[in-house]
């Protein structure tokens, strides 16, 4: 396989065009999983949130995971690039075989899973396939000034993404399905604690590439989660009376 610049581009822009439809369509209405599920789904239409998590996610991790195995050499060089598609790796590995499995979520519906599957393809080939095939970096990359600030903001955002989706799990007892007010951590000042650092995470991962893609995909999460961590506050302002006033949605001290 060899690199097609045009087919990176066109990849990246129908990421873009996604995002803004993705924008566009759950502004008003949040996407129907979780506590903004529609009641009137059918239980045979939904597929247990452990399982489905793991089989929404596997593409981001096996697709990439793929195209570095078919890759003849089997090497990526300089070492900047190999951490960068590492890093990625890194988070899917994390999202596809450790979160679902502690996962305490409601049965996730079978629709949108199917359409995320297609996603995390459709993902994981972009962001695989430009740094495996067509990334090019300077042998002192690593050094660069975006490479470590974006390394750092993915590591933080990383870690508040994990450590929140560990304060939302803490919130249940296995088998509960009910919801509470979140507690601690980046939540003290937010609704969208997991999300925010997951934002983070793929702002600092495209510095540190400086690539389309990686923009692209960046965009997309903040198009897909930011409007969804609007939702979440407006629910949790509705249900619970006691809720702090003074947290924002999604943004500490802004919005
Ligand atoms: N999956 C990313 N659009 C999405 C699935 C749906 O990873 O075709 C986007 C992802 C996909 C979507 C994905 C992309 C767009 C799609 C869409 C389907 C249709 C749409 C493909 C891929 C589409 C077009 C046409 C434009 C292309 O019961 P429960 O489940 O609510 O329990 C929750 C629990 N919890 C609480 N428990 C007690 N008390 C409370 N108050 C609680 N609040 C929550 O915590 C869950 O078990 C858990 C987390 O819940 P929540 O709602 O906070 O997070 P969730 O949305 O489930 O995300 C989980 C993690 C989180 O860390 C987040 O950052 C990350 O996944 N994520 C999620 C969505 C997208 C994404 C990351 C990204 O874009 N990078």
Redesign the pocket.
């Known amino acids: 396989m060899q690199c097609f610049p045009g087919l990176v581009l066109a990849l990246s822009s129908l990421l873009g065009a ?2 803004l ?2 924008l566009s ?2 502004l008003r209405v949040p ?1 129907r ?3 903004h ?1 529609e009641r009137l789904v059918r239980p045979r239409g939904r597929l247990p ?1 452990r399982c489905a ?1 793991f089989l ?2 596997l593409p ?1 991790f096996l697709v990439p995971a793929l195209l570095l195995a078919l890759r003849s050499p089997p090497r990526l060089e300089p070492l900047g690039c190999r951490l960068l598609c590492c890093l990625f790796c890194w988070h899917y590995f994390y ?1 596809t075989f450790i ?1 679902p499995f502690f ?4 049965p ?1 519906p079978l ?3 199917f ?2 599957m ?3 393809i459709y993902n994981g080939f972009l962001q695989g396939y430009y740094l495996i095939y067509c990334a090019e970096y300077p042998n002192d990359w690593c050094t660069d000034i975006r490479f470590t600030s974006g390394l750092l903001l993915f590591l933080l955002g990383m870690g508040i ?2 450590h ?2 560990l304060l ?2 803490q ?2 007892k296995p088998g ?7 507690q601690g951590g980046l939540f003290t000042y937010v609704s ?1 604690a ?2 925010f ?3 983070v995470e ?1 702002f600092g991962f495209a510095i540190a590439t400086w690539s389309l893609p990686a923009f692209a ?1 960046a965009f ?2 903040l198009c ?2 930011g409007p ?1 961590a609007y939702h ?1 506050h407006r629910y ?1 302002l509705k249900t619970f009376t006691d809720y702090p006033k003074s947290r924002k949605a999604l943004i500490p001290f802004v919005f």
């Not at 996962?103 to 409601?106: D, E, L």
């Not at 509960?176 to 979140?182: A, L, Q, S």
């Open positions: 996604l995002a439809l993705q369509l759950h996407s999983y979780g506590k599920e949130a998590w929404q996610e981001s999202r979160y996962t305490r979520g409601r996730f629709q949108l899973l359409f995320g297609l996603f995390c993404n994990i929140s989706d939302l799990r919130l249940r509960e399905v009910t919801y509470k007010i979140p969208g997991n999300y650092g997951e934002i793929w995909f997309f999460t897909c989660i969804r979440h949790y």
